[in-house]
């Protein structure tokens, strides 16, 4: 009995919907309900049908940035343009010489100082073949004399060529000769200062550098300008 029930086709029929005009109840289909506060609130009966879509926008590989420096360049990784205005306080630091050296769109806060350049040093003269030079007990000073020695401002400005120059800062006197080829911003600038006091000048370039650590070996005397 059981093997003749499985054996036996099965029919199945489509179930049929039947919508009548006149039966607003029987429009099974209709979401939102006809006479909803939705469909009453929507224009768009129907979606999607005659609605204008814009066209999606293909950029072609060879205009999409290839690099993340193009891409920053483009402006395509940059966040999005802010309203708010930075903090006062740090926009006194931003000097116009700041501003023509980061010429990019954008506020950027930079702090005052003199317009910099760093030079390429040679091989052999990075910060730490200076370190290396200051510790090998070698004589930097370029004076025999064991001791300080009181300089004069005359006996300064004898001191003011590129194998012979010294110079004054913090009221110490240097020989800056051995150095010059490790200045990071290289030996025509610190000619600047040759047989001078260039305390000032050192100090509006780079204060932060710590002249009288690196110069230690270099050291001839205090400054006595009278
Ligand atoms: C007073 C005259 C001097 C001037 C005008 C001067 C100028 C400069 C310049 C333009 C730079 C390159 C800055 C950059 O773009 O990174 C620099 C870097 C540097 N200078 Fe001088 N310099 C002077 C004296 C000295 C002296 C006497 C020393 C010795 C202690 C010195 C040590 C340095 C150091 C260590 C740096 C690298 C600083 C850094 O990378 O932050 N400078 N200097």
């Known amino acids: 009995m059981s093997d003749q029930l499985f054996k036996k086709p099965i029919k199945i029929s489509e179930p049929t919907i039947k919508i009548s005009n006149n039966?607003?109840?029987?429009?099974?289909?209709?979401?939102?309900?006809?006479?909803?506060?939705?469909?009453?609130?929507?224009?768009?009966?129907?979606?999607?049908?005659?609605?204008?879509?814009?066209?999606?926008?293909?950029?072609?590989?060879?205009?999409?940035?290839?690099?993340?420096?193009?891409?920053?360049?483009?402006?395509?990784?940059?966040?999005?343009?802010?309203?708010?205005?930075?903090?006062?306080?740090?926009?006194?630091y931003t000097s116009p010489a700041a501003n023509a050296r980061t010429p990019s769109s954008g506020s950027r806060l930079t702090p005052a100082a003199t317009p910099r350049k760093k030079v390429a040093l040679k091989p052999g003269y990075s910060a730490m073949d200076w370190a290396a030079l200051r510790n090998s007990g070698k004589n930097l000073r370029g004076v025999?004399?064991?001791?300080?020695?009181?300089?004069?401002?005359?006996?300064?400005?004898?001191?003011?060529?590129?194998?012979?120059?010294?110079?004054?800062?913090?009221?110490?006197?240097?020989?800056?000769?051995?150095?010059?080829?490790?200045?990071?911003?290289?030996?025509?600038?610190?000619?600047?200062?040759?047989?001078?006091?260039?305390?000032?000048?050192?100090?509006?370039?780079h204060s932060w550098v710590n002249f009288e650590n690196m110069l230690d070996r270099c050291l001839v005397g205090v400054y006595v300008p009278n």
């Open 144 to 205: 025999d004399y064991p001791g300080i020695i009181r300089v004069t401002e005359e006996e300064l400005k004898a001191h003011k060529t590129r194998d012979d120059c010294w110079t004054v800062l913090g009221g110490r006197v240097y020989n800056l000769t051995p150095y010059m080829p490790f200045h990071p911003g290289g030996e025509k600038i610190l000619m600047a200062i040759a047989g001078k006091d260039g305390t000032g000048l050192f100090m509006r370039t």
């Open 23 to 92: 039966d607003p109840d029987a429009d099974l289909t209709a979401f939102p309900a006809r006479d909803s506060i939705q469909r009453a609130s929507s224009s768009q009966t129907k979606p999607f049908v005659n609605q204008k879509v814009p066209p999606p926008v293909f950029i072609h590989k060879s205009k999409l940035p290839t690099s993340k420096t193009e891409a920053l360049a483009s402006g395509s990784l940059r966040p999005p343009p802010s309203t708010l205005n930075p903090p006062k306080s740090l926009m006194q």
